[in-house]
């Protein structure tokens, strides 16, 4: 297959996911969330759209244009060591892998099984060929090249297997949000989304907000109201009621509105269920707070240059990449 063959293949793939029957949808969403409760169908839903969001004609060739997809010569077996905590979200790495002229050679996670298993089904119901493209495996033995995401332990796992090959390793990252004291009704809505979505179990979920005043928390907590039905989901209310009852037995002082906990601290990954805040005097200061922890940092939501805008941080277009480390020059030079 030629480049244009391959990014015509994933472009009918977001046509295909914007047109999906409702009867299909429907046994999809339920298949999904019976594999992983987490995966609710607004979970589904909403990963579905961020794929096709990506998927679009003039999104696609943005992004490839700056890359010459000509380069390789000899497709090679590219191990994906897929994550799980959200649904699909492997799926960016799969198709850097197959437009880039290699071979996905995929490693599921058990959590995100039905979803992934679709998704490259569809695909090679759309070109037989991606069939010689993309293959499941149990072990990623002998790959030319691996991409593995997972938890800071098992980057160390990773490190200690694929270290010798050309490799991409990620560890954990959060995202937090930037609030000048100037945010309106409407733009703390839309942070909710970027802190509620897949209950907060993303990377580019917001699990800390920076803030100049506490008086802000209030106005915060009651535009968040909106989210309450999350409360309901039996997980995420476990988790709920778990760390509020740990925060009440430490005596910690945390703000609480019945399915959304906030408390002060200087760590940047919250449980779920909690969203910690910080307090900061000026953007010199906050600057340079966040510059020590960029390594850490998925995205940063807010407003101004270099930030995410509110309720965007789960719609990232296709050349936002994880980590910040370019996948696609990853494999059109060293593999």
Same mark, same amino acid.
């Given at each position: ?53 990506? $998927?679009?004609? =003039? ?6 244009? %700056? ?8 497709? /090679? +077996? &590219? ?10 979200v492997g799926f960016h790495d799969l198709m850097c892998v197959v437009l880039a002229g290699h071979q996905a050679v995929i490693k599921l996670s ?80 839309? $942070?909710?989304? =970027? ?6 179990? %993303? ?8 803030? /100049? +005043? &506490? ?121």
């Open positions: 297959m030629n480049p244009s063959e391959r990014i015509s293949a994933f472009v009918k793939l977001g046509e295909a996911i914007k047109t999906l029957g409702a009867d299909e949808r429907e046994e999809l969403l339920w298949r999904a969330e019976n594999n992983n409760s987490w995966f609710s169908a607004n979970s589904v839903e909403a990963a579905l759209e961020g794929v096709a969001f990506m $998927l679009s004609p =003039d999104k696609l060739a943005a992004w490839l244009e %700056g890359y010459d997809l000509q380069k390789v010569d000899r497709p /090679k +077996s &590219v191990g994906l060591m897929l994550a799980g905590n959200i649904p699909a058990s959590s995100d099984e039905v979803l992934m298993k679709w998704i490259i089904k569809t695909l090679i119901g759309i070109d037989s060929r991606l069939a010689e493209r993309i293959r499941i495996e149990e072990m990623l033995k002998g790959m030319d090249a691996y991409i593995a995401t997972g938890s800071d332990n098992s980057s160390r796992y990773f490190n200690y297997y694929f270290g010798k090959y050309p490799h991409m390793i990620r560890q954990n990252r959060v995202s937090v949000a930037v609030l000048s004291g100037e945010e309106t009704v409407e733009d703390y809505v839309r $942070l909710g989304k =970027d802190i509620f979505q897949y209950y907060g179990l %993303g990377c580019r979920n917001v699990s800390k907000i920076f803030l /100049k +005043s &506490v008086n802000q928390l209030q106005a915060l907590l009651d535009a968040l109201e909106i989210y309450a039905p999350i409360g309901a989901h039996h997980k995420y209310h476990n988790n709920y009621d778990y760390n509020k009852s740990i925060y009440l037995v430490n005596l910690e002082e945390h703000l609480d509105n019945g399915f959304l906990l906030l408390k002060e601290s200087k760590e940047l990954a919250s449980p779920i269920s909690v969203l910690f805040y910080e307090l900061y005097e000026d953007e010199k200061q906050l600057s340079e707070r966040l510059e020590g922890v960029k390594e850490k940092i998925q995205c940063i939501v807010g407003k101004g240059p270099g930030r995410v805008p509110f309720g965007s941080a789960q719609n990232p277009e296709p050349w936002e990449y994880a980590d910040e480390v370019d996948t696609m020059a990853f494999l059109l030079r060293d593999c």
